[in-house]
């Protein structure tokens, strides 16, 4: 297996002293405070304890089962509990996540997409040959983990492939050993009848 370059993109927001970002929304359900500094800690947070309930064509919240058929009228839902914001979500560290995946194709590249927030360049191992991709990213700042085999359905040029890291997510760009459309991203052995 060859590792994958990779190349890092500049990301140019705020961090406080305390790590978390200006402009951060609160983790709590349905509070839409935003942070914009220490004072922002000394804010009540209205927020809703339960979880939303998606029953025949009705939305509302398990702790205090206001219903409604609009999903708007469901997000402007005031919460019914008050407590303190919550702007960073407590995390496993080193915790197996699963991320959005996705993955496109142009004549000569496959592109994959792993939606992995503040992914670390120095800790992230992406390995190719010709037929599989092994991905490993650590992300949120080392609290979290992804990982990934691809078996490709067809073959790649590692050598001319490359890897790079976006604030948002990983784009793994794989070039086409053949520039022709591929049918499906990984091989799939076939099923035998009986």
């Known amino acids: 297996m060859k590792e994958l370059e990779i190349s890092k993109a500049t990301d140019d927001t705020t961090t406080t002293e305390n790590g978390i970002k200006i402009g951060e929304t609160c983790k709590n359900n349905s509070c839409k405070a935003c942070y914009q500094g220490e004072q922002s ?37 005031a919460g019914c509990e008050t407590g303190k914001h919550v702007w960073v979500k407590q995390e496993v560290p080193g915790e197996k996540k699963s991320c959005r995946f996705d993955w496109h194709q142009t004549g000569p590249y496959i592109t994959l997409s792993v939606f992995s927030k503040v992914a670390d360049p120095d800790k992230t191992v992406i390995e190719a040959n010709k037929i599989m991709v092994n ?7 080392g609290k979290s983990l992804f990982e990934k085999n691809v078996h490709l359905r067809e073959e790649i040029i590692p050598e001319e492939s490359n890897v790079k890291m976006l604030g948002t997510k990983v784009e793994i760009n794989l070039k086409k050993a053949e520039p022709f459309s591929w049918a499906d991203l990984e091989y799939k052995p076939p099923v035998e009848k009986s």
Not at 42 to 49: K, L, N, R, S
Not at 51 to 74: A, Q
Not at 135 to 141: A, D, H, Q, S, Y
């Open 41 to 77: 800690n000394e804010e009540t947070c209205t927020f809703h304890p339960g979880v939303p309930i998606f029953h025949e064509g009705l939305k509302y919240w398990s702790c205090c089962r206001k219903k409604t058929t609009e999903f708007d009228n469901f997000l402007d839902q």
């Open 135 to 141: 991905i490993n990213i650590v992300f949120e700042g």
